[in-house]
């Protein structure tokens, strides 16, 4: 359809699972993608994945907790294709525990990457989308931003923050025709988020434990975000602004209590 051609989009943590599946969808719509991520190998490996043009998609390894790194990317992107009109902050980490356990260090890791590297995204990119005339921020919440589960408490404070820093930035750019919505998914397989707190030989379990959770019957896709993504990344939702969009399978309407 297109309904992103001639447009700039950046996607944090695109080098794999929910980032690339968006990356990839924002590409066959006609746009122009950089991807980043901490891992130079994995980032170079999806590129072909995304699309066959080289010449529409770059790459480079960044963590988005380092201003510097940040600041960096940010001007190559604007340097190689002419400006940024669409900011996806999916980088993200989850970790597991009551809140009397992982002590402080826990909650820097969490608020480093999940608040404030999309809130150092946001600063940089803000100037850019003016000079184009606007532009559109998705950021890539939780559930868990709006429900407290038990031994999550700190990734749960992590995504609520960044809904609340996300409202508050639609408010303060509307002016300047720039829109800030969320998409708060449900569990999606096929990511690496579960990955560290699990194993790989344990994910399986969790995933399977976790589906009977969504009404729809089923755990989320990374092409489910993605889709999600697209409407909030391009006109059709142009009217829109500081929502958070549930994209669960019906999860937020029901409790935490196996199906019956």
Known sequence: ???????????????????????????????SVAICGRRAEVLAAAVPEIGDDLSRVMHDSVDVTSAEQVVAFLAAVVDCFGGLDILVNNAGIMRFGALTEGGEQLWRDLLETNLLG?????????????????????????????????????????KAALNMMSQVAALEWAADNIRVNLIAPGLVEDTELADPIFGPDGVPDFYARLRDLHPLGRSGSPPDVAEAALFLASEQSSWITGVVLPLDGGRHLATNRPVL
């Open 1 to 31: 359809m297109g309904v992103l051609k001639g447009k700039v989009a950046l996607v944090t943590g695109g080098g794999t699972g929910i980032g690339k599946a968006i990356a990839q969808r924002f590409y066959a719509e006609g746009a």
């Open 118 to 158: 999309p809130y150092r995204l946001m600063c940089e990119a803000v100037p850019h989308m003016r000079r184009r005339g606007g532009g559109s921020i998705v950021n890539l919440s939780s559930l868990a931003g709006s429900k407290s589960l038990p031994r999550a408490g700190v990734y749960c404070t992590s």
